[in-house]
């Protein structure tokens, strides 16, 4: 598909969005996961490097540390503007002040299901709340973001009445509307910001945070997009609560490969920035994860090499160079004969075709009768398996064994 037809398919669909990272704030909401002051600030600066536009930074009513970090991030003059988040409630408010926050992620739920839950109130109290906090962020001059919690789950009729009242009253830079436990699915992602669309005022953007519970977080943010959001939220490797976040690099890589949608994020930093998340928080990501993981831009298998070696659009929808990546070919059980003519040629070998055939069936005669405790070791030991052979004989090693000169 074209940029020409999505655009005939989305009406709505921007040009290029706005991109707002939650792995200081979200992603340090895992389970288990805790950054210090120096990786938070380390963090913040590949994050502003990589070209986010919004840095959710932190929720510094709740953490001294992120009140601390927020305020040396202020001082190193990222390019990002520093988010805090913050219920609404004034001492929230003083926090994120106090925390020198650019603006606010203002949440409260919308949901009567969690409205009762979590405030013990009704939705006009909710909105009371709301407002009053708005009202008192903006007073400290600070842009406002109101973050719909469980707008998934509320009545349309709920988020337009709290949407319509705050915009009545006060300047709102966002409207974040949260699928707060992963519980929507792309069409129905769609349809509610298409809705709000029609209804929110053009000078205020439209953003969608969504949970990866049932695994679609990357796709209810692309259907947002295509509905006409402009700004999104992802996490860098997709940590964060439960099952985590939209992922960063999966996001943006299909909002450029197949919505044609523009952005700010430096492809290049996103192999970086997932290395780091994954030193950083101890959550290691798997070898077949997309964008960024190890296998993504490794080939095995005799027809997709041989394809690859004809042409890299083969089976490279996504371009190894677009991260700044090298394709990769491994030996191993399911190579072909054209994987070892070429790493012969590459050698400056020239061998006759029986020889090919005969290095082929070492090769998977090898692999067969190889153990696989080392394999699971590799595999097992996070740290190591992005910079051994895990799942083929190691070419260097094969070729000093079977090839002479």
């Given amino acids: ?178 699928d707060t436990v992963g519980c929507t699915f792309p069409y129905a992602m769609e349809r509610l910001i298409a809705h709000l669309y029609d209804a929110v005022p053009k000078d205020v953007r439209l953003c969608a945070h969504c949970h990866n519970d049932f695994g679609l977080a990357v796709a209810n943010t692309l259907a947002s997009v295509a509905a006409g959001a402009s700004s999104i939220t992802c996490t860098v490797n997709g940590i964060g609560e439960r099952a985590g976040n939209a992922d960063l690099a999966e996001t943006i890589a299909a909002l450029e490969h197949l919505l044609f949608v523009g952005h700010s994020v430096r492809p290049d930093y996103l192999p970086v920035l997932a290395r780091e998340v994954e030193r950083i928080s101890g959550i290691h990501t798997s070898p077949t994860k997309p964008v960024t993981g190890f296998n993504v831009y490794r080939h095995e298998s005799g027809v997709h090499v041989d394809g690859m070696l004809k042409n890299a659009k083969s089976y490279e929808y996504l371009p190894s160079s ?31 075709e029986e020889m090919v055939h005969q290095i082929l069936g070492s090769v998977k005669k090898a692999m067969e009768k190889r153990g696989k405790e080392r394999h699971k070791q590799a595999y097992s030991d996070c740290l190591q398996f992005r910079t051994q052979a895990l799942s083929g004989v190691r070419i260097a090693d094969f070729l000093a064994q079977h090839v002479s000169d």
């Fill in 1 to 178: 598909m074209e940029q020409k037809e999505i655009k005939g398919i989305y009406a709505n669909i921007p040009a290029k969005i706005e991109t707002i990272d939650c792995t200081l704030r979200d992603g340090e909401q895992a389970p288990g996961v805790w950054f210090s002051l120096e990786e938070k600030l380390r963090l913040a600066k590949l994050l502003s490097e990589a070209g986010v536009d919004v840095l959710d930074a932190g929720f510094p009513a709740s953490s001294c540390a992120d009140t601390e970090a927020m305020q040396e991030m202020k001082s190193m003059g990222l390019r990002s503007s520093i988010g805090a988040t913050a219920r609404a409630v004034h001492n929230d408010i003083v926090a994120a002040e106090r925390a020198h926050a650019d603006e606010v992620f203002l949440f409260i739920p919308t949901s009567d299901f969690r409205i009762q839950q979590t405030l013990g109130a009704d939705r006009s109290k909710a909105l009371g709340m709301l407002k009053a906090a708005a009202e008192e962020a903006a007073g400290r001059a600070m842009g406002v973001n109101l973050v719909f919690e469980d707008a998934t789950r509320a009545s349309f009729s709920s988020l337009m009445l709290f949407m319509n009242t705050l915009l009545a009253n006060v300047p709102i830079k966002r409207i974040i509307v949260c």
């Fill in 322 to 352: 677009w991260v700044g990546a090298k394709t990769e070919y491994v030996l191993g059980k399911h190579s072909g004969a054209a994987l070892v003519r070429h790493l012969l040629k590459q050698a400056n070998i020239d061998a006759e």
